[in-house]
């Protein structure tokens, strides 16, 4: 009996040691997606082309002075559901079920049980997940009249949905897909359900908070205007308030999970700076709102505060230097806010276009890799996408990504430790647009751009519309539009079917190790 009480004493001995070695070698993991953040939005980036900087961002910009930078990042897609589906699968757009993205805050969501995504993998991993933020990759919720169903948008023709009961996600939310603790954003801060969510039950804003109308009226009190669906939504909504409530949601995961015995993974996909522009009179003790030329910038500097917040916990909890740091955005910036120009602040920065456009500044992204144990300062101009990030945090974490899963993904983490930035990671990218049906592709700086006719729907019907070279027209200057000229006809047939053959044979171009 002494023996066998023994046995059992030291086996659990064991467990513990080994449960407190995982955490000490594997790095805890943050990636932080922000919301229509171009290029031009972060100073750091800004500086490479210009030396009037209009607003600072000097907490991002510190990651990137001890991190690695990418000059050459895109986002999946110029358009943020889609590259949400990419970047928490590691596939391209056209894996997906709606290729096109999912847009609806009642939507039926695109991964089955069977998907890998960020926090399944993660979990594989042996650590502690976490979901905070906008989701917008669908959701479920049931039925008023039968409570057995999952509400279905398209049962109703009014233009506002009642039949839906938002009080809980019932599936398709994080929950459902990788994530053990979450606090979500169905839709951001722009659509319905204008609520949030705490491990899928709804979670009040205030204590007198009840289950309300949010409609063009109500936004007009708040002193702005409804540019998407009126419909159901907690009665205190205000999207000022959600930058500093899912930072602090954040502050407090990482203090709960620093101690424990297993790493933790964090995906904070930030409501900034999507419209409605409304920021915060502060957050974190920085006054945010009026502080700079243009609400825009304000969300810009309300986001660099948010990355200080979490920071400053990492830091706080011992923990910084063995904690992996990632920040990118969803897609390229705004061009709507009219302060914001009169300022002479780009979020393009220099490139042509913006969120929604097939040109470089609808997907040129910031993408820093942090992890200040293992990278020095450097930057590498090597084309990267959001899709790398599952194959890279697989490989910082040491588990194994299965043949058929996160397709499109490249391991970037042997660019954090080799001196050269020139290792080639891919023969070419392959790029979506937005709501035009766009697609791109890039190959030794030739990029061709090619529409999808929308009235076919099998997506088989491509064009090309445009071929810019951009090692010497990174601006994608009109005039140098080579798509009707004679000379560039091979370029043209050549591109067009490299992304027809990589399309429709559904091979893999990704590399995970």
């Known amino acids: 009996m002494k023996i066998t009480f023994a046995f059992i004493v030291l086996s659990l001995c064991g467990l513990f040691l080994t449960a407190q070695e995982n955490s000490k070698t594997k790095p805890n993991i943050i990636v932080v997606l922000a919301d229509d953040v171009g290029v031009g939005d972060i100073s750091k980036y800004r500086r490479l082309h210009s030396a009037k900087i209009v607003s600072e961002t000097p907490n991002i910009d510190k990651l990137a002075d001890h ?33 096109w993205g999912v847009w609806g805050g ?98 009040p804003l205030h204590k007198h908070s009840l289950v309300g109308i949010i409609d063009s009226a109500y936004y007009k009190k708040l002193g702005f205007i409804l540019d998407k669906k009126s419909g159901l939504g907690d ?47 502060e957050i974190g003790g920085v006054k945010i709102k009026g502080t700079t030329p243009s609400k825009h910038l304000d969300m810009v500097k309300e986001l660099d505060v948010q990355i200080k917040m979490m920071v400053d916990e990492l830091k706080r909890q011992g923990i910084y230097e063995n904690t992996v740091f990632i920040f990118t955005s969803d897609n390229g910036g705004l061009h709507i806010d009219g302060d914001t120009w009169n300022a002479r602040h780009n979020p393009s920065d220099i490139y042509r276009g913006c969120k929604n456009d097939p040109y470089e500044g609808g997907s040129r992204v910031p993408f820093i890799i942090s992890w200040p144990e293992h990278i020095t300062s450097k930057q ?31 391991n970037l983490l042997p660019l954090t430790t080799e001196q050269s930035n020139t290792k080639k990671l891919r023969n070419h990218i392959m790029l979506q647009g937005g709501s035009d049906h766009e697609v791109m592709i890039v190959k030794d700086g030739w990029k061709l ?43 043209v047939n050549s591109l067009l079917k490299l992304y027809n053959t990589t399309r429709d044979s559904g091979i893999p171009t990704g590399k995970h190790f």
Not at 79 to 95: D, H, K, Q
Not at 245 to 268: C, R, T, W
Not at 388 to 407: F, N, P
């Open 449 to 491: 751009i090619i529409n999808v006719d929308k009235k076919d729907r099998s997506d088989a019907t491509r064009t090309p519309i445009a071929l810019f070279n951009l090692n010497d027209n990174v601006w994608e200057h009109e005039e140098f539009n080579y798509i009707d000229n004679p000379r560039y006809k091979k370029k």
């Open 106 to 203: 009642y939507s039926k969501g695109v991964f089955t049980k069977e998907t890998l995504t960020l926090g399944r993998l993660m979990q594989k991993a042996n650590y502690k997940t976490a979901f905070i933020g906008k989701w917008h990759l669908g959701t479920g919720f049931r039925d008023k009249k039968n409570p057995k169903k999952i509400y279905d948008p398209k049962s109703e023709k009014k233009q506002m949905s009642f039949n839906v009961d938002i009080t809980e996600i019932v599936s398709d939310g994080p929950k459902q897909n990788g994530f053990e603790y979450s606090f979500t954003l169905p839709s951001g801060i722009q659509n319905v359900p204008y609520a949030a969510y705490e491990n899928d039950k709804w979670y």
């Open 235 to 281: 009665s205190k909504w205000k999207p000022s308030q959600i930058g500093p409530l899912i930072a602090e949601k954040a502050v407090n995961f990482i203090k709960s999970n620093a101690k424990k015995d297993k790493p933790f993974f964090m995906y904070y996909c930030s409501q900034a700076v999507h419209t409605p522009h409304d920021p915060p009179a």
């Open 380 to 410: 590498s101009s090597l084309p990267v996408l959001g899709t790398d990030i599952m194959a890279t945090i697989a490989a910082i974490s040491k588990v194994k990504i299965q043949d058929g899963q996160a397709l499109d993904s490249y």
């Open 67 to 99: 991190g690695l930078m990418f000059t050459n990042a895109h986002a999946p897609a110029a358009l943020c559901a889609t590259s949400r589906y990419s970047i928490m699968t590691g596939n391209y757009n056209y894996r997906s079920p709606l290729p």
